[in-house]
């Protein structure tokens, strides 16, 4: 299983997300407001469930604004953060 | 349902800039006895003249007091307006005149010192009662910095105290209108063991994260996301509501300590019985102290 496909499953699983299944989340869609539809309170949950699942931390409005803008985006935050 | 129209408060003030310096120039020369008796024929003006004023203060009052019409409700009006004022007026002369002009006592400090050694910050869910401000100038004992929620409008002429003086502020502001509504700050605050301060009873965002919850007998809307922050923090959720005890005194009632569960899920409705507390606690707080709940927009309103 890829990160890509690993995060979309964590996702649909902790978020309660009902109306969608993993494999219908395109990896370049926005995760926030059109897109996904997550909101600002399922960002407070990312927040926690990154670092559960993958101990990255994400840790202000700066690295959110470039790790929350899709799946692809958020993959990509966890691998650099993993290597360094 | 956009921001704006589930919105329905606005931090604009009433006054205009011009009329605020007056009372500044007035706290100068003789203090808070000078400033409060202007305030009596001013709010009197405002009450009298002003149809706009007398409907938003009827909001709270026609919920809180059912059965009062024509002159018993013009009273209110005036009572609701001049503790309005005053409580203006107090946070001007503790900008102006210094922190020592006002006293704040705070009965609880071992319940909060408990609180923040757990490490996981603590959330003041407060309303818009009494001054928060000089209420939060009570809780310097806890040495821990406050972060504080809150949305500055064009328009919004009020000065914080320390805005007087350009001191220092005095806490961090976070701004729900930012990126994902500051709640990345806000969570980054707790997970370093400060201090969130949220009020609970007016709306942000959307409609999708507030619960309808009977207040003062009818359903009224409020949001639920400290609770949530709450729930994803591991966060106590503290209830503290300031009130006026006098002309140059506060007092600061810690009214609930509210735990929230993990993994509580994601809809409101697994966040009711905490709101529902918080609710109750604001109840209680306005059978109290009747004038001293200062929101001036329908909360009532139906979508």
Request: aromatic share 12%.
């Amino acid at each position: 299983m890829n990160l890509n496909e690993e995060l979309k499953k964590i996702i649909v699983k902790d978020l309660f997300l009902e109306d969608i299944t993993w494999d219908q989340i395109e990896d370049d869609a926005p995760l926030f407001g059109e897109g996904l539809g997550l909101d600002s309170l399922d960002a407070v949950e990312l927040v926690v469930i990154i670092q559960k699942h993958f101990n990255v931390e994400i840790k202000d409005m700066d690295e959110g604004r470039v790790a929350f803008q899709s799946i692809n985006s958020l993959a990509s935050f966890i691998k650099e953060r993993r290597q360094s | 349902m956009t921001k704006k129209e589930a919105r329905q408060w606005t931090s604009r003030s009433i006054g205009s800039a011009f009329q605020h310096k007056i009372f500044y120039v007035l706290i100068r020369i003789g203090g808070w006895r000078l400033a409060y008796l202007v305030l009596y024929f001013v709010a009197l003006y405002y009450v009298l003249f002003r149809p706009s004023v007398r409907k938003r203060c009827g909001y709270y009052l026609s919920h809180r007091f059912p059965g009062q019409v024509g002159l018993q409700r013009l009273k209110s009006c005036y009572q609701l307006s001049l503790e309005l004022g005053k409580v203006l007026i107090d946070r001007a002369v503790v900008g102006i005149l210094g922190v020592d002009r006002m006293s704040a006592s705070f009965d609880d400090k071992k319940i909060l010192y408990d609180l923040i050694s757990e490490g996981k910050g603590i959330i003041f869910l407060m309303a818009h009662v009494g001054s928060w401000q000089v209420a939060l100038s009570a809780l310097h004992f806890l040495k821990t910095p406050v972060n504080m929620v809150i949305h500055r409008e064009e328009g919004d002429v009020d000065r914080h105290y320390f805005e007087h003086r350009s001191l220092e502020w005095p806490y961090r502001i976070i701004d729900p209108e930012g990126f994902l509504g500051g709640t990345l700050e806000m969570t980054d605050a707790l997970k370093k063991g400060e201090i969130l301060c949220m009020m609970g009873d007016r709306l942000f965002g959307n409609l999708k994260n507030t619960l309808s919850i009977r207040f003062l007998g009818e359903d009224a809307l409020f949001p639920f996301s400290a609770m949530k922050i709450a729930s994803t923090s591991g966060a106590p959720v503290v209830v503290l509501l300031p009130f006026k005890t006098g002309p140059t005194g506060y007092g600061l009632r810690l009214a609930r300590v509210i735990r929230v569960p993990e993994g509580l899920g994601r809809t409101g409705d697994h966040f009711l019985p905490y709101m529902e507390e918080y609710v109750r606690a604001l109840e209680d707080f306005t059978m109290e102290y009747p004038f001293q709940f200062f929101n001036f927009y329908d909360m009532w309103k139906r979508f």
